[in-house]
């Protein structure tokens, strides 16, 4: 499994078998440039401009945007309903969070979730190898809230995403917060990680992408 961020809370996952999953692209008004990639698999967590930008997508692509067990090209997707706020969607709506099993993987990418995990939500995601979590706060939960995820899912590995950078001007917190409190190894990796069933155990527990 190779995995790039595009920026914010997009990502690139490439399974071994060429399958390309993209994760909330974002249209120009957030900061980093446009995540224009082909893709066989598009997830949106919501329906806001920086997660919902399907223009950017090219060739012919199945979508997914609601809860439920969905399957496409040999990838099992499972969405759980939550919220993008700790007011039950009063204030912002809902959210999906993603569970995508490939390559003998299971990774969740959580979208704008604005609340720490009900127990029953976390025993939907069940066991996690790669934890995708916002930590910039104010639109999603932040660092010290992200930790409680980490915490109810145990993933081996997490990538901190929805952070400030020098990219953006979203009044959201950088991710040297979550990083700090983390207190746990972590890298910072440009570009492409690649992550297996095989390697993961050898991984640095938590990995901080950088866009180039």
């Not at 995508?100 to 009900?118: A, K, N, Q, S």
Request: with cysteine; proline share 4%.
């Amino acid at each position: 499994m190779k995995i790039k961020w595009m920026g914010h809370s997009c990502f690139l996952m490439t399974a071994s078998d060429g399958t390309k999953i993209l994760t909330d692209p974002f249209d120009k008004s957030v900061g980093y440039p446009i995540p224009e990639t082909e893709a066989d698999i598009v997830t949106t967590s919501h329906n806001h401009f920086d997660h919902n930008y399907t223009e950017a997508v090219k060739g012919a692509y199945t979508l997914f945007n609601s809860s439920g067990v969905h399957d496409a090209r040999g990838v099992r997707i499972t969405g759980i309903s939550t919220y993008h706020d700790i007011a039950g969607g009063a204030k912002r709506g809902g959210n999906i969070v993603f569970i995508y099993e490939v390559d003998g993987l299971r990774i969740c990418h959580c979208g704008d979730l604005g609340h720490v995990l009900t127990g029953s939500q976390a025993d939907l995601a069940g066991k996690i190898d790669i934890l995708m979590v916002p930590v910039g706060g104010n639109f999603t939960i932040n660092a010290r809230q992200a930790l409680e995820v980490v915490e109810q899912l145990k993933p081996k590995v997490v990538i901190p995403m929805h952070f400030k950078t020098d990219f953006m001007d979203f009044p959201i917190e950088k991710a040297d917060v979550f990083l700090k409190l983390a207190g746990k190894p972590w890298k910072a990796q440009k570009g492409e990680m690649e992550i297996t069933a095989k390697n993961i155990d050898e991984t640095t527990e938590i990995i901080l992408p950088v866009f180039e």
